[in-house]
DNA sequence: TGTTAAATACTTGTATACTAGATCCGAAAA
DNA sequence: TTTTCGGATCTAGTATACAAGTATTTAACA
C-alpha cells in the first residue's frame, strides 16, 4: 500500500451511512485520477484504510460498478476501470441526449430568473478564462448544466447525467491544461444555449447543446495518446497486471 | 406473509452471483405487480423465502434503490416504492429523449437487415393486435425498440432505457385490458419511426419516436384513478428520498 | 375505561467468520 | 535452464453474530 504518499485518511462521521460515504470519496478519487485505472481496488486493504468492515466497502464498490467505475472480477481481485473508448463515447452520447432534451424543454418553461442566474455564470466563466483558470471554469460549466437541469425538476435526470459525465471528467483531469484554447469556444457555446432559451426555440438550442457537449471529442484522441496506460487494450490478448508503485 | 400465495419459491442456482439472480427475480415481480407498491420487504423474510442469507439479499436491494423501486427507511423497513406520477413522467422523459436520441443515430447508420428485422416485428405486432394478445404485443415493442437500441451498439444507453422503461411497465401491467384501442395507433408509430429510418431522416424519427413514447401519457391519469393506494400521497411535505443516484 | 410506560419483537447497519476459487512463488523434476 | 507441481496466500461470495434504533404490544396506574 501507498496509502502516505497518495491516498488521505478520512474520518468516518456517523450521521450518513458508511457505505454510502464511502462511495462518495471513492468515486471522486477515481474522477479525479488520485485512483489511477487499473489501480487494484482490494477490499481487505480499503476495510484497513478506512477502519470500517468489509461490509461497507462492498456495498459501495457495489454502486460504483453499477456506474462503470469499477470492476469486479470474482475471486481475481477489483479494479478501478480502465478508460475505454467505447464507454466514453458512449458516455457522451447519453449525456448529449439528456442534455438536448433537458435543454429544448427549459425553451418552452423558462422562468425569468434563470436566464439572469445563467447570465452570472458566464460572466464569472469570461473571469475564469481570463485568469486562465481551468479549475473554475470547469466547475462554472457544471454550475450552468446543473441550472438548467434544476429548471426541469428531474432529479433523476440530472443524476445521470452527473454520472456519465463523470466518467468524462476523468479524461478532461489528464488534460486540464489542454483546456487553453477552448474558454472562447465553450463560452460562446454557453451563450448560444442561452440564447435559443431567451428566444424560446428548442431548434436552437438542440444544435447550440449538441455542438457543446461534442467539445469534448477533440481532446479525446489526444488524451488517448498522451496516456495510452490508462486506456482499455481492445485487443483482448494482452492482459497488462496492474502497477504496484510500491 | 402471504407467501404461499402470492409469491413462488424460486431456485437458486451456483453458476451466477445470488445477488444477482435475486435482484432479477425481484425486479420482475416488481414490475409485474407480483409485489405490490408499499409491500413491505423484510431483509430476514426474503432471506427466508430464498434460503439465503440476508448479505445478497441486501446487495439486491441496494441496487433496486438505486433504480428507484424500493425504498429503504433505515431501521423502519424496506418497502417497494409506491408509483409516484413524478417519478413515472420523469421516467418517460428520459426514455423519449435517449429513444429519440438513438432512432436519430440510427436513421443515419442502418444496415439493411435492420429494416428487414424490424418489419418482421411490425408483422408480428400486426398479428398479435388481431388475437388481442396484449402481452406479446408488448413483448413486441419492446423488441422493437432493442433492435434499434442494438443497432448503436450502445449498451449501457439500452439498458438505461430499460430500467425506466421498467417504472413505466407497472402502469401498464395495471392496464393490460386498456390497451385495446390502441393497438393500431402504436402500430402505426413503429411504422413511421421505421420510414424514417429507411429515408435517412432523422427529423421524421425523432417526432415519430416522441409521439410514440408520450403514448403512456394517455392512461398515465386512468390508471392512478383507478388504483390510487398504490400511488404516492404527494401532501405538502413530501419527504426527500435519501437515495443517492451518484 | 383511558393513559402512560416499560418490555418485547421487530427493523436495518455493521462486524466478523468461513468457503471456494484464483494467483503466486518456490521447489522438485526433466 | 526449463517445466511442472503443490502449497501458501491472496481474492470475492456468503453466512452468521452483534449493535442500535423503531414500532408494537402489554401491563400498570389513574
Redesign the pocket.
Known amino acids: 500500500m501507498q496509502n502516505s504518499k497518495d491516498t488521505k485518511v478520512f474520518k468516518i462521521d456517523y450521521d450518513r451511512?458508511?457505505?454510502q460515504q464511502l462511495f462518495d470519496l471513492l468515486r471522486d478519487e477515481i474522477v479525479a485520477m488520485v485512483l489511477p485505472p487499473g489501480e487494484?481496488?482490494?477490499?481487505?486493504?480499503l476495510s484497513d484504510r478506512f477502519?470500517?468492515?468489509?461490509?461497507?466497502v462492498?456495498?459501495a464498490i457495489a454502486k460504483l460498478v453499477t456506474l462503470g467505475f469499477v470492476e469486479?472480477?470474482?475471486?481475481?481481485?477489483?479494479f478501478v476501470s480502465k478508460l475505454s473508448m467505447t464507454q466514453i463515447l458512449e458516455a457522451r452520447f447519453i449525456r448529449e441526449a439528456l442534455e438536448v432534451a433537458i435543454t429544448e424543454h427549459v425553451a418552452g418553461h423558462a422562468p425569468p430568473e434563470l436566464v439572469a442566474e445563467c447570465e452570472v455564470i458566464i460572466d464569472r466563466q469570461h473571469e475564469a478564462a481570463e485568469q486562465q483558470d481551468a479549475l473554475l471554469f470547469q466547475h462554472l460549466d457544471d454550475e450552468f448544466h446543473q441550472k438548467l437541469a434544476d429548471c426541469t425538476h428531474f432529479e433523476r435526470a440530472a443524476g445521470l447525467i452527473q454520472s456519465e459525465k463523470a466518467h468524462m471528467d476523468r479524461v478532461r483531469n489528464l488534460s486540464l491544461q489542454e483546456l487553453g484554447g477552448q474558454y472562447e469556444r465553450v463560452l460562446e457555446q454557453h451563450r448560444a444555449i442561452l440564447e435559443g432559451i431567451k428566444a424560446a426555440k428548442p431548434d436552437i438550442c438542440r444544435e447550440a447543446m449538441r455542438t457543446h457537449t461534442r467539445e469534448i471529442l477533440t481532446i479525446l484522441s489526444k488524451v488517448q495518446s498522451m496516456h495510452p496506460d490508462y486506456f482499455e487494450q481492445h485487443s483482448a490478448d494482452s492482459e497488462v497486471?496492474p502497477q504496484f508503485t510500491g
Do not use: A
Open positions: 451511512p458508511t457505505s487494484k481496488l482490494s477490499e481487505n486493504s477502519g470500517v468492515s468489509r461490509t461497507p462492498r456495498e469486479v472480477r470474482p475471486q481475481r481481485g477489483t497486471t
